[in-house]
């Protein structure tokens, strides 16, 4: 079953066609990356309007990535039915819907409003990821699908590295002050609504652009687009016994958590270790972190057409675990500051390169193996609540060895990959009766 406009990806014309939406893709990348990585600036705010610990500031992160969870396998169940481009509209819409709540969470200076108002946004994120990731790479000859998300990812990295910078000018420029000891409760609501307030502009800005994005990508709703066959709820279940996409998307789910977990972290920790003594200064340091991703995207791109995927995912997560215990454990001052922000650069090609060996010769399952792989990004709820819970108990530093630990699974599953012990997903997938 086939969508209205959609073509085969080996009809006639539709190669090209397609391949023309792919600068519009890139864009959403650049979108939702440029959005996630706001919450990173928003953390240290909230953490001082609201006086919060570690682990309660994790909430940002834990309501954002949770709509990944909660919405990623009925997005999957959306997308196949109505289509990759219908589907990305629809996101684009609910993204735009959370940003416009970040308005009266401010005028009630309520922290429980802002988290609902991230999880709304990331849950509009989700359905855009879910229908993007698997489109990039179907956009084109599917030897290059590797390459062609990586490059994709590295546009997103392009949002992640401007991201902070735009968060640190509109929200961090203006201070992050605490509540004075012994306000009473008139006072300090008047407060945490003044200093709430920062927020609300940024994010009326971010609306209109995706409301502008929205448009745009229903006026080219009718191109042709690979196919996707509509998913079934059963058909997860089936998807997950293979162990190609159930060990990615367990790799999806511990690298997304530990690169969020770094990145929450990075303000508080170059203040720690004596970076800086700027929150401002320390949150445009955050669009080095992401920056340096954006350089190993666009290098891994290239990289990727030689060496075997696998490898690089391998090599790549060592790099980024060594790093985060370095960080943790013996250093200081700038060099501390250089090894942490020098994750980014090992991060880069992680997500796309286990995505796309993860969805390796599922064909039209795709969009299945899709939801799955995006409902995996939970991680980035998980793990850095676990991290904020250990920096409490132990200290932000030596709580950097948990997103380490996750690097090392991470290494296991492409080696696993790279010496052939977990194969592509293609005879698994379509043995199945009507698939």
């Known amino acids: 079953m086939h969508f209205a406009g959609q073509q085969e990806p080996g009809a006639p014309g539709s190669a090209t066609a397609s391949t023309r939406l792919l600068p519009l893709v890139i864009a959403l990348f650049f979108a939702w990356g440029f959005c996630t990585v706001l919450v990173d600036v928003l953390i240290p705010k909230l953490k001082a309007t609201f006086s919060l610990g570690y682990a309660e500031a994790m909430l940002t992160q834990f309501c954002f990535f949770l709509a990944y969870f909660i919405v990623s396998i009925p997005a999957g169940l959306l997308v196949s039915r109505i289509g990759y481009l219908r589907g990305i509209v629809l996101g684009l819409l609910v993204m735009a819907g959370g940003c416009l709540m970040f308005s009266p969470a401010a005028s009630m200076g309520w922290y429980p409003a802002f988290l609902a108002a991230l999880f709304v946004l990331a849950g509009g994120i989700t359905i855009v990821q879910v229908a993007a990731n698997p489109l990039a790479a179907g956009l084109?000859?599917?030897?290059?699908?590797?390459?062609?998300?990586?490059?994709?990812?590295?546009?997103?990295?392009?949002?992640?590295?401007?991201?902070?910078?735009?968060?640190?000018?509109?929200?961090?420029?203006?201070?992050?002050?605490?509540?004075?000891?012994?306000?009473?409760?008139?006072?300090?609501?008047?407060?945490?609504?003044?200093?709430?307030?920062?927020?609300?502009?940024?994010?009326?800005?971010?609306?209109?652009?995706?409301?502008?994005?929205?448009?745009?990508?229903w006026w080219v709703r009718r191109a042709p687009v690979p196919a996707v066959r509509p998913v079934n709820q059963g058909d997860y279940l089936r998807l997950?016994?293979?162990?190609?996409?159930?060990?990615?998307?367990?790799?999806?789910?511990?690298?997304?958590?530990?690169?969020?977990?770094?990145?929450?972290?990075?303000?508080?920790?170059?203040?720690?270790?004596?970076?800086?003594?700027?929150?401002?200064?320390?949150?445009?340091?955050?669009?080095?972190?992401?920056?340096?991703?954006?350089?190993?995207?666009?290098?891994?791109?290239?990289?990727?057409?030689?060496?075997a995927p696998g490898l690089v995912l391998a090599a790549c997560a060592v790099g980024a675990g060594t790093l985060a215990v370095l960080a943790a454990t013996t250093l200081e001052g700038t060099v501390a500051a250089v090894a942490i922000l020098s994750i980014g650069l090992f991060n880069s090609v992680m997500f796309p390169t286990i995505f796309t060996l993860s969805i390796d010769g599922l064909g039209e399952d795709t969009a299945g193996g899709s939801g799955i792989l995006c409902l995996a990004i939970v991680g980035g709820a998980v793990v850095p609540l676990l991290m904020g819970l250990a920096a409490d108990r132990i200290g932000l530093a030596l709580a950097l060895l948990v997103p380490a630990a996750c690097y090392g699974w991470i290494a296991c599953y492409g080696l696993l990959v790279k010496w052939g012990l977990i194969g592509a997903s293609r005879a698994t997938a379509t043995a199945v009766p009507g698939a």
Do not use: K
């Open 240 to 307: 997950l016994a293979i162990p190609r996409l159930s060990l990615g998307a367990l790799s999806i789910f511990l690298y997304v958590g530990a690169e969020v977990a770094i990145g929450s972290a990075l303000v508080n920790y170059l203040i720690m270790a004596g970076a800086t003594d700027s929150e401002h200064a320390a949150g445009n340091l955050i669009s080095v972190y992401w920056g340096l991703a954006m350089v190993g995207r666009f290098v891994g791109s290239w990289v990727l057409r030689f060496v």
């Open 140 to 217: 084109g000859d599917p030897a290059r699908a590797h390459s062609r998300l990586t490059l994709a990812q590295a546009f997103n990295s392009v949002g992640t590295m401007l991201g902070p910078l735009f968060g640190s000018a509109m929200i961090l420029a203006a201070g992050v002050s605490e509540p004075a000891p012994g306000m009473d409760a008139a006072a300090l609501a008047a407060f945490r609504v003044e200093q709430a307030g920062h927020v609300r502009v940024p994010y009326m800005i971010i609306a209109a652009v995706l409301v502008l994005l929205a448009a745009l990508c």
